[in-house]
């Protein structure tokens, strides 16, 4: 199919970027990686005033940075870039695990962090990590620079807190728990995700664990953090009979759908098999991030 009419603008700046974002009040889109914008753009779901290509402001929006205890991605860094960063491999293991889940290497290649957030797909695994490690989304639009915590940035099945006339320009992490783990089923390779669990905590000496936090892609309209599953495991020592409470506990709050996927039923049976035996890998010996 064919898109219909758009005007092309593509800013050499970020303040030009906004300037174009003012000038078609929220009547524009910007052009990331393109991996979502166009199929969308073709089959007519989004017929936008102007597409606004951000894809020459690499200096400003395609840098990975660390800076005491935070890290600095990038609106327009690629999928491929963040896999392959020392930085993020250090710093945010569970990120790059998770975005070896994403689509094929041509999708990782062009795809960006920004467009992955703003897209807000409810089984996007950019979204999950980002509100697992309590990221903060930086916008900017006309009105200046907003930082909005990923918990209140996805409201909806690909819908965000963004206005409008606002445009992503970073996510930034603050430090990450020692250990993390992904999980991610779906029918086949590259289909959208049944169900991913992302999971952080940092295990003590004593043999307990601590900062647990658990998120869930796939079950609800946006991704959603498993709080009382998470509280259920913090500050203890994760036995067998602790864990199976845990994984029931994430089932508190999913509200799966049922689709030509799967049914709602077989996605709630998978939750609690394997939270536990994520949460359980953590834990081995052979654990090796
Ligand atoms: C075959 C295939 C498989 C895929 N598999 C997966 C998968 O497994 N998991 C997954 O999460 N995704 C998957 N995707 C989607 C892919 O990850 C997209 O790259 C991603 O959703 C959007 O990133 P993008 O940079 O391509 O954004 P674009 O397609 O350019 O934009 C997507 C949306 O975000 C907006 N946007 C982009 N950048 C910004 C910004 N800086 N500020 C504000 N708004 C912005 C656009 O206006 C548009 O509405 C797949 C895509 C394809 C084609």
């Known amino acids: 199919m064919k898109p219909s009419a758009f005007e092309y603008v593509r800013p050499d700046t970020v303040d030009e970027a906004i300037d174009f974002l003012e000038t078609y009040a929220g009547e524009a889109r910007v052009l990331a990686g393109g991996q979502s914008l166009v199929p969308m753009l073709g089959m007519r779901l989004m017929r936008p005033a102007a597409v606004i290509d951000i894809n020459r402001l690499t200096e400003e929006l395609g840098q990975i ?5 935070e890290t600095t991605i990038g609106a327009l860094v690629r999928y491929t870039e963040a896999e392959g960063s020392p930085v993020i491999a ?5 990120l ?12 990782r290649n062009r795809g960006t962090l920004g467009g992955a ?17 309590g990221a903060t989304i930086v916008a900017r639009g006309p009105a200046g620079m907003r930082e909005l915590p990923a918990a209140e940035f996805f409201v909806g099945s690909y819908a965000n807190a963004l206005d409008p006339q606002e445009m992503i320009t970073a996510l930034r992490f603050g430090v990450v728990p020692a250990r ?30 601590h900062d647990v936090r658990i998120g869930i892609g796939g079950m609800n309209q946006t991704p959603i953090l498993a709080r009382a599953a998470a509280a259920r495991l913090e500050g203890q020592a994760w ?17 799966p759908p049922a689709d030509v996927r799967a049914s709602a039923e077989y996605r709630t049976h998978l939750l609690p098999i394997h939270l536990r035996r994520l949460l359980r890998g953590m834990g081995e010996d052979s654990y090796d991030g």
């Open 117 to 133: 957030v703003a897209q807000a797909d409810p089984t996007g695994e950019v979204a999950l990590v980002a509100l697992t490690l």
């Open 180 to 209: 993390c783990g992904f999980f991610e089923r779906g029918r086949k390779h590259n289909d959208f995700a049944l169900l991913s669990l992302a999971v952080a905590a940092t295990p003590e000496p004593d043999g307990t664990w």
């Open 65 to 69: 940075e660390a800076r005491g205890s």
């Open 239 to 255: 036995d067998d009979a602790t864990l199976a409470e845990a994984a029931e506990l994430a089932l508190e709050g999913i509200d």
């Open 90 to 94: 250090e710093r945010l293991p569970l």
């Open 96 to 107: 790059r695990t998770a975005i070896r889940h994403i689509g094929d290497r041509q999708v």
